[in-house]
């Protein structure tokens, strides 16, 4: 895959902030003093749906939209993507089917219903809402609107954009990754704007695809078993996206849902953000590398917030301070 340059980025940019502002950057100092480092969080969380990938859709679905040719669109998701093309599809007045595996986050589909969409659970993960939605596409004649697409990697750099400017001199970024939008968009800015900066992916440790298949240099799908980090549930790696992630990422660092839930607990102690499983992954992270990092500005995208009540609940009450 081709990454974006720096004026495709910005041009992504400008459609977004017609429907969104920016969101910030922020060094907390008590996350500082438990990273044992400078720690800077990109607060995704605070986007009007929730989760960076809103920025991904409106740039996919201003160019769906300039077409004219669309009446419907379907789309598999885990939560996040499903919001975003929820929200993108009310907005052009397009009817939105969004496919869901059994056992899906409760809040998260009613989120997706909340903005018009009609909800479809399907298949035990998230390939299997994949296939299905891709079947239903070809027999109702709707628009799949794909997980990982170049338009979709355009918009969600406008995230990374505005922290690499807010912070030249940053020298590692932790991305979680669940299909590598995010990452990919991560890697385009940095290598736009000049940065020198490590880009360090983040997957779960019992969602292991694309830690196995930056290892082994080839696609590897493996099982995946996490039960809180639903945004990293990735069973099938996207070839696209392992090209850029092969040739642009420094390393993958797993973690475990243990540490994604006490991750969880710590954002929240010392910023009072709500952080998602994937969205804590980053920062979870960085307290798993703490040794290497001394001495440098490290960043983590907090890439959503979008997690049911109960999931909170006991990462709070099972790593109380």
Not at 254 to 268: G, K, M, Q, Y
């Amino acid at each position: 895959m081709r990454l974006p340059s720096l004026a495709q980025i910005e041009a992504a940019a400008q459609l977004v902030y017609r429907r969104m502002p920016p969101t910030p950057q922020y060094r907390w100092p008590l996350l500082g003093e438990a990273a044992g480092t400078e720690l800077w969080l990109k607060h995704e969380n605070h986007t009007p749906v929730g989760a960076f990938k809103l920025r991904g859709g409106i740039v996919y679905f201003a160019e769906l939209a300039a077409k004219g040719e669309v009446r419907g669109v379907v789309a598999a998701t885990r939560g996040n993507h499903g919001q975003s093309v929820a929200a993108c599809a009310k907005h052009h007045g397009l009817a939105a089917t969004i496919v869901v595996p059994h056992g899906n986050s409760v809040e998260k589909n009613a989120a997706m219903r909340a903005f018009g969409a009609r909800l479809v659970e399907h298949g035990e993960d998230f390939q299997a809402a994949r296939e299905f939605a891709e079947s239903l596409a070809r027999e109702e004649r709707l628009h799949m609107v794909p997980s990982f697409h170049p338009l979709l990697v355009a918009g969600v750099a406008s995230a990374s954009l505005e922290l690499f400017r807010a912070l030249p001199d940053l020298q590692t970024l932790y991305v979680p990754i669940g299909l590598g939008s995010g990452i990919c968009a991560a890697a385009a800015v940095r290598n736009a704007v000049g940065s020198t900066a490590d880009i360090v992916g983040v997957v779960s440790s019992q969602a292991r695809a694309y830690a196995a298949s930056f290892l082994e240099r080839k696609p590897v799908e493996m099982p995946v078993t996490t039960r809180i980090a639903d945004g990293m549930a990735c069973r099938t790696p996207e070839p696209g996206a392992l090209e850029v992630i092969w040739r642009e990422v420094d390393r993958i660092v797993e973690v475990s849902d243990d540490e994604v839930a006490r991750a969880i607990a710590v954002i929240f102690q010392c910023t009072h953000n709500c952080a998602e499983g994937a969205g804590a992954a980053g920062f979870a992270a960085v307290r798993k590398e703490g040794r290497r990092l001394a001495g440098r500005k490290v960043a983590a995208i907090l890439s959503g917030g979008n997690i049911d009540r109960s999931l909170f609940l006991q990462a709070l009450a099972s790593h109380e301070s």
